[in-house]
């Protein structure tokens, strides 16, 4: 997609559609009465109708006739003066950009000013643009041999309008910055759909390896004898019952002079079928996205490169299959995991922290001032809260704080769950050193009590994105399918630092 940044009057744009933000109760802007003028009255009267009032995402399409050089004007609401400035011009204008794909519209031109909110600069409403526009616009089809005529076309431009030729160079910054985070949730998001016969570790490999010879960065892939070297057995202990060879996919990146790194770690279950501990039928085609967490790393290293970020980085995500068979793991199993420490695996569907684990442990090596570790963990999340919040939980309140500020800025929310030492207890084994599941109570609690035993040597937060990883219905600016969750939570709190 193609955006252009230029001073103009939006009502003198020969465009398919002109969009122009309307804000709930407030008094019309000069733009919009002039508007109301040549269109004969046609939005005086849809307010007083009610059929348009401006609220949070709501639209109204209008044909200009020959009355516009514009085909079309799109009022979308941004609703009252409240909450998040950005977050809400995200999902006005992913809702608008997804409305007019619909229509088989295939440009627009958007009047940049009227969508300036109290609090938000241009450039971060120009970014907000950006993001919402072309993750609403969205799509997974390559699959589809068929376009038929509900098939919506791709995006292919957009006009950013605004008042002053001295404001083009700030819009222009928060555009650019929105494509290269753009680049890494889209990334992320083809990943996760990506069918589970097409992904197999090898083909997480691959990619990080394409994105890692256009940036630059150093990417480095452990397969299976090097694993074995390692002593990475709960790794390979959950890979053993896939004939896919696991992997661990290592990216380097190096620009924060001799600062010590962060380390980001993602969860890389190409597909889960619970292994032994057979995971029911229904939804288990959705298990092609228990990686997630992977995919979220690699997205977040494509566009932090992009970006040039002032920092150095280092991704890890732990490949595996996890699929019953002869020779897969079973409950009552004992792995010695790359710390040394034992694990009694009590389920074998609680594998993502088996994988964890050894990359926790890996990360070490480092030497890392912090690690961030992001897995579609458990499915006691989503029974806490729901899809609408990723958990986070870690060993250092400031990082999560950081965090949590981080979600409410570019809407990827996050809520702090416990921690405290009680939790430990549940994870305790007769046999071992721990077990891989504490039971039906406090599950994604204890999955991270289990993740805390292996991140003792540095600071360390757990992003469990079980619930927002995936999206069953569709929401502004996230169509069904891989949401790409983490990407710009991840790079928002990394520029913040």
């Not at 088996?354 to 961030?372: G, S």
Request: charged share 25%; with cysteine; proline share 4%.
């Amino acid at each position: 997609m193609d955006v252009v940044i230029r001073k103009g009057d939006p009502l003198k744009q020969k465009t398919s559609c002109i969009v122009i933000a309307v804000s709930e109760g407030k008094a019309p802007t000069k733009t919009l009465k002039a508007l109301d003028e040549v269109l004969d009255g046609a939005i005086g009267k849809a307010q007083r109708e009610q059929e348009f009032r401006g609220k949070h995402k709501e639209i109204l399409l209008l044909h200009a006739g020959r009355r516009l050089p514009a085909e079309r004007v799109l009022l979308v609401g941004l609703g009252k003066e409240k909450g998040n400035g950005t977050e809400r011009l995200r999902q006005a204008i992913g809702t608008a950009a997804s409305h007019l794909q619909g229509k088989k519209v295939r440009s627009f031109a958007l009047d940049l000013s009227s969508f300036l909110l109290k609090g938000v600069s241009l450039a971060s409403a120009a970014r907000a643009a950006v993001e919402g526009a072309t993750l609403g616009c969205y799509r997974f089809d390559r699959y589809r041999s068929e376009n038929g005529a509900e098939t919506p076309p791709e995006l292919g431009q957009i006009l950013m309008l605004v008042e002053k030729q001295g404001e083009i160079r700030e819009a222009q910054e928060g555009a650019t910055q929105a494509r290269a985070i753009c680049r890494g949730v889209v990334l992320a998001r083809d990943l996760v759909n990506e069918p589970g016969n097409v992904k197999s570790p090898e083909h997480l490999a691959a990619k990080a390896r394409e994105l890692a010879e256009e940036t630059g960065i150093s990417c480095t892939v452990l397969g299976r004898a090097e694993l074995e070297v390692e002593g990475m057995g709960a790794l390979l202990g959950v890979a053993q019952g896939s004939v896919r060879e696991p992997r661990l996919i290592v990216l380097e990146y190096r620009a924060g002079g001799g600062s010590a790194p962060v380390a980001l770690i993602g969860k890389g279950v190409v597909f889960d079928a619970g292994g032994i501990s057979l995971k029911p039928a229904e939804k288990m085609e959705e298990m092609k996205m228990d990686m997630a967490g992977g995919a979220a790393v690699l997205g977040t290293l494509l566009s932090a490169a992009l970006l040039k970020l002032p920092v150095n980085l280092v991704g890890i995500v732990p490949a595996v299959e996890n699929l019953p068979s002869g020779s897969a793991i079973r409950p009552g199993d004992v792995l010695t995991s790359l710390s040394k420490k034992t694990i009694e695996v009590i389920n074998t569907d609680a594998e993502g922290r088996l994988i964890l684990a050894d990359a926790l442990t890996y990360a070490r090596r480092f030497n890392p001032r912090l690690v961030i570790d992001l897995a579609t963990l458990t499915g006691a999340c989503i029974i806490a809260l729901g899809h609408h919040a990723s958990a986070v939980l870690g060993n250092h309140e400031g990082l999560i704080r950081q965090l949590i500020r981080a979600g409410e800025r570019c809407g990827e929310r996050l809520w702090q769950l416990p921690l405290w030492e009680e939790y430990a207890g549940q994870i305790k084994s007769d046999i071992a050193d721990v077990k891989n599941t504490g039971g039906r109570p406090a599950g994604a609690i204890t999955a991270a009590a289990f993740l805390q035993k292996f991140a003792s040597d540095f600071n360390w937060a757990h992003l469990d994105i079980a619930g927002t990883a995936w999206e069953d219905k569709g929401r502004p600016y996230t169509p069904k399918g891989g949401t790409g969750v983490g990407v710009r939570l991840l790079i928002d709190y990394l520029q913040g630092k």
